[in-house]
T-cell receptor
Framework: DTGVSQDPRHKITKRGQNVTFRCDPISEHNRLYWYRQTLGQGPEFLTYFQNEAQLEKSRLLSDRFSAERPKGSFSTLEIQRTEQGDSAMYLC??????????????FGPGTRLLVL | AQRVTQPEKLLSVFKGAPVELKCNYSYSGSPELFWYVQYSRQRLQLLLRHISRESIKGFTADLNKGETSFHLKKPFAQEEDSAMYYCALVPSSASKIIFGSGTRLSIRP
């Protein structure tokens, strides 16, 4: 296991098209997070799962965005009818929750989306 | 509002000089504070967390609740410290990370 992986690493699409990103977490991790990072900013939280349950969604996650983690393993993030403002780096992170202190989140390499 | 502020976009220091990356936070409860680092062409990774009270790669950070600060310090900078540094907090009873906008640290030889 080489850590969190994301696919694709880069995606160029035209405005109005749908895109889907995949994240494979570290195998024993039960939590999976999605963040978005735009140029010059830190990552911003989008949503997270504990096993297959989506426990929190940010207000940033408009109804054009949907995330799933059907079997509690990999996750997909779909953006429908993409807009130029969706251009960003989409980061996935995973962690093993259950201890008393905040668990460490391990990040993937990200998927860079460019909407033309 | 929960917010992390890193006032410096870029910090450039000479090798061997002390480094201090500033971080202030806004949160009414008791958050956990972290520093994340991203080296060139690498993924974001945890550098240190306040509850550990440890030194990683010579870096330390002290949580000052009175000043709501969590500045990152290193007494003698090394060239390999050049990277993007993000201060972050996790609110109590939550899991999401709230990141600052980051400071790019550049170490001059």
């Amino acid at each position: 296991d080489t850590g969190v992986s994301q696919d694709p690493r880069h995606k160029i699409t035209k405005r109005g098209q749908n895109v889907t990103f995949r994240c494979d977490p570290i195998s024993e991790h039960n939590r999976l997070y999605w963040y978005r990072q735009t140029l010059g900013q830190g990552p911003e939280f989008l949503t997270y799962f504990q096993n297959e349950a989506q426990l929190e969604k940010s207000r940033l996650l408009s109804d054009r965005f949907s995330a799933e983690r059907p079997k509690g393993s990999f996750s997909t993030l779909e953006i429908q009818r993409t807009e130029q403002g969706d251009s960003a780096m989409y980061l996935c992170a995973s962690s093993l929750a259950g201890g008393l202190s905040q668990e460490t989140q391990y990040f993937g390499p990200g998927t860079r989306l460019l909407v033309l | 509002a929960q917010r992390v502020t890193q006032p410096e976009k870029l910090l450039s220091v000479f090798k061997g000089a002390p480094v201090e990356l500033k971080c202030n936070y806004s949160y009414s409860g008791s958050p956990e504070l972290f520093w994340y680092v991203q080296y060139s062409r690498q993924r974001l990774q945890l550098l240190l967390r306040h509850i550990s009270r440890e030194s990683i790669k010579g870096f330390t950070a002290d949580l000052n609740k009175g000043e709501t600060s969590f500045h990152l310090k290193k007494p003698f900078a090394q060239e390999e410290d050049s990277a993007m540094y993000y201060c972050a907090l996790v609110p109590s009873s939550a899991s999401k990370i709230i990141f600052g906008s980051g400071t790019r640290l550049s170490i001059r030889p």
